[in-house]
């Protein structure tokens, strides 16, 4: 058997190119070769979903912090704005 997957070799000086005679001898091993080909993109894409989605929680959470800080410090500062109205109305 040859290298290519069926019996016999191309011709030395064949125009075909190599795909073709691999796709005419061998589609089921150019189909699992191309299968896996796609699986392994599909893998790392799916792998890079997977880390986006990962600190998509972890960013929520920070989120959910950083909006808690937020509203403590807005509540400081309207009371530190009426502590100043107030000492500004006993100066006059």
Excluded at 11 to 17: E, H, I, Y
Excluded at 45 to 64: C, D, K, P, T, V
Excluded at 71 to 80: G, K, V
């Amino acid at each position: 058997m040859s290298p290519l997957c069926g019996p016999g070799r191309p011709q030395r000086n064949s125009v075909l190119p190599l795909f073709s005679v691999i796709n005419r001898q061998c589609p089921a091993a150019l189909a699992e070769h191309c299968e896996e080909a796609h699986q392994a993109r599909w893998a790392g894409e799916i792998h890079a979903l997977r880390e986006q989605a990962r600190s998509f929680g972890e960013n929520a959470h920070r989120l959910a912090v950083l909006e808690a800080d937020l509203r403590d410090r807005s509540r400081e500062l309207a009371s530190a704005y009426l502590r100043i109205a107030d000492l500004e109305s006993h100066l006059r």
